[in-house]
Nanobody, 123 residues
Framework: QVQLVESGGGLVQAGGSLRLSCVVS????????MGWFRQAPGEERAFVAA????????YYADSVKGRFTVSRDNAKNTVYLQMNSLKPEDTAVYYC????????????????WGQGTQVTVSS
C-alpha cells in the first residue's frame, strides 16, 4: 500500500514563503511521477505542479509559474513544493499525488493521494 504524507502548510502573510513536503512510502519512489494540486472551498481540485520521476521535467500551472518550484529527492522519497511570493488566492488545501504513469495535469491521472495540508495566506 502506497502512502503519501504532506506537511509544511500553515498561515503566512501575503508575500511570504512556505515549503511543502510529501513523503512517499510503500513503493519504489523513483518510478513515480509526482504532482501537487490544491483545492479551495467550493472549488474543484486544481493542478499546481508536477515532476517526472527523474526530476528532469517539471510543469506548472500558469498561476504559480515563476513563484513556485517543485523538486524531489529520490534518496529521501520526498517531493517538495517551494512557494514564494504567496498571494491570498493561493489559500487552499494542498495535496500531493503519485502516478505510476506519466505526470498529468488532471487529478484522475494519479493513483495515490495524500491527506492534504492547509495553506492560508492572509492579506
Amino acid at each position: 500500500q502506497v502512502q503519501l504524507v504532506e506537511s509544511g502548510g500553515g498561515l503566512v502573510q501575503a508575500g511570504g514563503s512556505l515549503r511543502l513536503s510529501c513523503v512517499v512510502s510503500g513503493r519504489t519512489f523513483n518510478n513515480l511521477a509526482m504532482g501537487w494540486f490544491r483545492q479551495a472551498p467550493g472549488e474543484e481540485r486544481a493542478f499546481v505542479a508536477a515532476i517526472r520521476w527523474s526530476g528532469t521535467n517539471t510543469y506548472y500551472a500558469d498561476s504559480v509559474k515563476g513563484r513556485f518550484t517543485v523538486s524531489r529527492d529520490n534518496a529521501k522519497n520526498t517531493v517538495y513544493l517551494q512557494m514564494n511570493s504567496l498571494k491570498p488566492e493561493d489559500t487552499a488545501v494542498y495535496y500531493c499525488g503519485a502516478t505510476k504513469s506519466f505526470m498529468s495535469k488532471i487529478p484522475r491521472g494519479y493513483d495515490y493521494w495524500g491527506q492534504g495540508t492547509q495553506v492560508t495566506v492572509s492579506s
